[in-house]
Structure formats: C-alpha cells, structure tokens
C-alpha cells in the first residue's frame, strides 16, 4: 500500500521560505505524476504544482515564480520549495499520487505579515 508522508510546514513571516518534503512508500513512486495541493483555511482544496516521471513540472499562476517542485527517484522524495511567501499562502499542503488515489495527512504552513 502507497503511503505518503509530507514534512517541512511551520511558521514564517512573509518574504520567508519554507521546503516541504513529500517521502512515498512502495515502488510506484518513479512511475508516478506527483502533485501538491493545499487548502487555505475555509477554502476548497486547490492545485499548487505538478511533476511528472519526466520531471516536467506545471504551476499554478499564485505561486509562479516562486515555488518549485522537484523530486528525487533515489530517495522517493518529491519536494516543494516556496520562497517568497505571502499571508495568502498559509494552508495545509498535502501530495498526491493521482495514479493511486493516495493522499498525505498534510502539513500546515502559516505566513504571518
């Protein structure tokens, strides 16, 4: 069974940065489309980044410019690097392996001005 564990979430002020880390259990992990999402507090979950097998990477227009997704097969890790944040950031960011349907439990960031 597919786990995933996110890390990496915690306090910052704004203009800061903040990796988060997406480790995957089992041997889907080079084979798979990874993506982050995240959830603002009262909103509906949204996309934040793709990467393919392939490393191609797709962001949403919010965060262009200043977060980037990259994975490493190796360790079956796939991260998401945020600089620049913005209050409008803070959210719970969670990864997902659409190939399986899994989910991880989250981590929340929070950006204070």
């Known amino acids: 069974q597919v786990q995933l564990v996110e890390s990496g979430g915690g306090l910052v002020q704004a203009g800061g940065s903040l990796r988060l880390s997406c480790a995957v259990s089992?041997?889907?992990?080079?084979?798979?489309?990874v993506k982050w999402f995240r959830q603002p507090p009262g909103n509906q979950r949204e996309l934040v980044a793709v990467?393919?097998?392939?490393?191609?990477?797709n962001y949403a227009d919010s965060v262009k410019g200043r977060f980037t997704i990259s994975r490493d097969n190796a360790k079956n890790t796939v991260y998401l690097q945020m600089n620049s944040l913005k209050p409008k950031d803070t959210a719970v960011y969670y990864c997902?392996?659409?190939?399986?349907?899994?989910w991880g439990q989250g981590t929340q960031v929070t950006v204070s001005s």
């Open positions: 990467i393919t097998t392939g490393s191609t990477t």
């Open positions: 089992g041997s889907a992990f080079s084979f798979s489309i």
């Open positions: 997902n392996l659409p190939r399986t349907g899994a």
